[in-house]
């Protein structure tokens, strides 16, 4: 028997990186596509590097994303490639639109053109739900994005509905809570929080300025989220879902469990930044995840606290290994 083949835009990134992973442990071959830049940094990947295929297309060009498909006839397309940091999308919001939006068109045009038996996930985001109709946020509850990002997220989400029922194509989207990890960009709170908290136990910086303290967010682990993803294409029928834990924390309970990680009162050490504050916020994302629950049988397996724990014990890792300490 022939072994499946994926497609994974944006398999650089932190989801890309575990999706690959996993894939490979169910027995496929595993494509990647990366855009040729100047500085292509695959650390997330390079473990893994042997046992997949990378190839060059790019959201923004149609020609080269037909081109993959022709050549490569993947079975699964997971559309994971976007411009994702939300304060950039207020600096960038054209080329947000372009790659988070319009991108996500290019790609089933693409599975239209060379292969319509193709499925497609496509990641949408709680993002999309900014300022929320309802607590907790299920498949149902209307967007009502707060940032260009939240709205091309809208656009990419709603284009992958029409396409379904317009040409028939087995098309997903998985309305996914923020998922972190140990890959997660600096630039990201979660992150920016376990990253400074380890530099501040080891000596190397005494304080962490942050932006809202009281925005609330659903963090789950996002080794956990990309099985949720894989089990939505393996469905009879192609449906929409949300993935996520279903609990809500603040950003101040983050910091009190990072830090409360290796022995340090958060209190001490952060600061409230303005340069960090939205210019329109997010205040209260939670999840209803109970169709996921029933239909694909997902469920979270890392809790919030082991996942900070996760975080700050990697990045006490990293800098010691850069520091020689």
Known sequence: MTKPTALITGITGQDGSYLAEFLLEQGYDVLGMV?????????????????????????LDQGSLIGILREHRPQEIYNLAAQSFVPTSWKQPVFTGEVTGLGVTRVMEAIRTVDPTIRFYQASSSEMFGKVQEVPQKETTPFYPRSPYGVAKV?????????????????????????????????????????????????LADKVGLGNLDSKRDWGYAGDYVRAMWLMLQQDTPDDYVVGTGETHSVQEFCEAAFSAVGLNWRDHVYQDPRFMRPAEVDLLVSDPGKAREKLGWEPQVSFEALVEMMVVADMALLKEEHKL
């Not at 989207?173 to 501040?200: D, Q």
Request: proline share 1%; hydrophobic share 35%.
């Open 155 to 203: 656009y990419g989400h709603w284009i992958t509905v029409n396409y379904r029922e317009s040409y028939d194509l087995f098309a997903c989207s998985g309305i996914l809570f923020n998922h972190e990890s140990p890959r997660r960009g600096l630039e990201f709170v979660t992150r920016k929080i376990t990253y400074n908290v380890a530099k501040i136990k080891l000596g």
């Open 35 to 59: 855009r040729r830049t100047s500085t292509l940094n695959f650390n997330r990947i390079h473990h893994i590097q042997n046992d997949i295929t990378l190839v060059s297309g790019d959201l």
